[in-house]
């Protein structure tokens, strides 16, 4: 007589949060694979998750200072159970800072997909967990990727197009004036600009660094379902 099989585990619910579809979508497809062990229920662009999730995980790709008031906002909604920070860079003096807003954990871009899953499981159960070594993956695209930027170089030319001097890029993004000025110049390269109003209007016009990218919405919505997120792929 066959042995009942067990029951298989729940997957975690997980939604994606970050202002760009780009990097949404990246990070999607790198998930996609680990279904049976997650479930990515939406893709968020701009706002919070509309259904209940167990781990809203936020890239912080594009805001100032890990984005750490909206690390907050999304600790404070009844829909999200856990919030963890998707990083490439961060120091362990930040992690207090990470945790006081709200963060159950502070995720690495580096991580494999594996790793970052089983990451995403333990911080689901409603456990800590912190990435030993932090650096960036080379799998997924950001603004500015098709033009030749650097992830950094990307973050420091949407800064840019924000209005933002060179001191408060250097403050959003925890590295000194001298290094803002060096990624600008790679910038103003790359893109064949040479001042920093040819600069903006380059950037502007470069449609990856539009937050929200309908063409690329994936599944239509349900009709009850607000348009402010975007669908994950399926």
Not at 5 to 17: I, M, Y
Not at 75 to 99: K, L, M
Not at 145 to 171: K, P
């Amino acid at each position: 007589m066959s042995q009942p099989q067990a029951p298989l585990p729940e997957r975690t619910r997980v939604a994606l949060v970050n202002d760009y579809e780009i990097v949404l979508r990246g990070l999607e497809t790198m998930l996609r694979p680990f279904r049976d062990r997650i479930e990515v229920i939406e893709l968020d662009v701009e706002h919070n998750p509309d259904e209940i999730v167990d781990v809203a995980l936020f890239d912080t790709y594009g805001h100032p200072r890990l984005g750490l008031d909206r690390v907050a906002e999304l600790a404070r909604d009844p829909h999200v159970r856990a919030v963890a920070v998707y990083t490439w860079s961060f120091a362990p003096e930040q992690f207090d800072a990470a945790r006081a807003a709200g963060a159950r954990g502070v995720l690495a871009k580096s991580m494999s997909a594996d790793a970052l899953v089983d990451a995403i499981q333990q911080i689901g159960r409603q456990e800590e967990f912190v990435s030993a070594r932090f650096g960036r993956s080379v799998h997924q695209p950001w603004p500015g990727y098709d033009l030749g930027l650097t992830l950094r170089e990307g973050e420091v030319a949407l800064f840019l197009a924000q209005g933002m001097r060179n001191r408060d890029i250097a403050s959003a993004l925890w590295v000194s004036e001298n290094t803002v000025k060096t990624h600008l110049k790679s910038i103003f390269q790359k893109t064949s600009v040479s001042s920093r109003a040819e600069a903006i209007v380059r950037i502007s016009r470069d449609s990856s660094f539009s937050p929200k990218r309908h063409e690329h919405r994936g599944a239509a919505e349900p009709a009850n379902r607000s348009p402010k997120g975007t669908r994950p792929l399926r």
